[in-house]
């Protein structure tokens, strides 16, 4: 790595954190809207992984290339056709579902270029979200909800039920799945229905059946 500034677990997001946990060390990582690369900089130096990463913003590869990372730049709803079947152990899409045009074919790509996918979102049935539409009749804006909806990239919003619902009709498993309250602590077992009340955000790790 080219950075001279070392990384270490406080320098990444909690989510991120907890993505990082997930993956073996050594394995073929690509990271799907990966921005200027600080979970493949970790995964890196931590885990010795061979990472390669897609980045949409033309800033955020140049960031990446500049601390040496494989990123190349690609919108993840057309590109990963082009991946063969099995060339990564992990693919990641790190808050970056919503974002997406169409949720459930990228995951079916993910699972047929990876062994196993991580993907982490925000939970639209967060209890604060339901409690704001009810008292504001508006849009809710969340520390991961952060945008406007006249100007937010996130076109699927989705709730936790919503995701495991589309894993099942899918024929994908849920090997793990780890729900964060407002403060980024890992509290419930994101597969159980309280969590989709009181976790903020969500991650999963998946593979095929």
Same mark, same amino acid.
């Given at each position: 790595?080219?950075?001279?500034?070392?990384?270490?677990?406080?320098?990444?997001?909690?989510?991120?954190?907890?993505?990082? #946990?997930? +993956?073996? !060390?050594?394995?073929?990582?690509? #990271?799907?809207?990966?921005?200027?690369?600080?979970?493949?900089?970790?995964?890196?130096?931590?885990?010795?992984?061979?990472?390669?990463?897609?980045?949409?913003?033309?800033?955020?590869?140049?960031?990446?290339?500049?601390?040496?990372?494989?990123?190349?730049?690609?919108?993840?709803?057309? #590109?990963?056709?082009?991946?063969? !079947?099995?060339?990564?152990?992990?693919? =990641?899409?790190?808050?970056?579902?919503?974002?997406?045009?169409?949720?459930?074919?990228?995951?079916?790509?993910?699972?047929? =270029?990876?062994?196993?996918?991580?993907?982490?979102?925000?939970?639209?049935?967060?209890?604060? +979200?339901?409690?704001?539409?009810?008292? /504001?009749?508006?849009? !809710?804006? /969340?520390?991961?909800?952060?945008?406007?909806?006249? #100007?937010? !990239?996130?076109?699927?919003?989705? /709730?936790?039920?919503?995701?495991?619902?589309?894993?099942?009709?899918?024929?994908?498993?849920?090997?793990?799945?780890?729900?964060?309250?407002?403060?980024? /602590?890992?509290?419930?077992?994101?597969?159980?229905?309280?969590?989709?009340?009181?976790?903020?955000?969500? +991650?999963?790790?998946?593979?095929?059946?």
């Amino acid at each position: 790595m080219n950075d001279p500034t070392p990384v270490n677990a406080a320098a990444i997001r909690v989510d991120l954190q907890l993505v990082a #946990d997930m +993956v073996e !060390p050594g394995s073929r990582v690509l #990271d799907i809207g990966c921005g200027e690369g600080l979970l493949l900089d970790y995964l890196g130096r931590f885990k010795q992984v061979d990472g390669r990463g897609i980045e949409l913003s033309m800033a955020g590869v140049r960031a990446a290339v500049a601390c040496g990372l494989s990123v190349i730049q690609g919108d993840a709803d057309t #590109d990963l056709q082009t991946y063969p !079947p099995g060339a990564f152990d992990y693919v =990641i899409l790190s808050h970056t579902l919503q974002a997406t045009r169409d949720p459930r074919t990228l995951l079916c790509h993910m699972l047929r =270029i990876g062994r196993r996918a991580i993907v982490s979102f925000p939970n639209f049935g967060y209890w604060r +979200v339901r409690l704001a539409l009810l008292l /504001t009749g508006r849009m !809710p804006v /969340t520390k991961t909800l952060t945008y406007q909806w006249y #100007d937010t !990239p996130n076109i699927h919003l989705c /709730t936790i039920r919503d995701f495991t619902l589309l894993c099942r009709e899918e024929g994908i498993a849920i090997e793990k799945a780890i729900s964060l309250d407002s403060r980024g /602590t890992a509290r419930f077992d994101g597969g159980r229905r309280l969590s989709n009340l009181l976790g903020e955000q969500a +991650v999963f790790l998946l593979r095929r059946t």
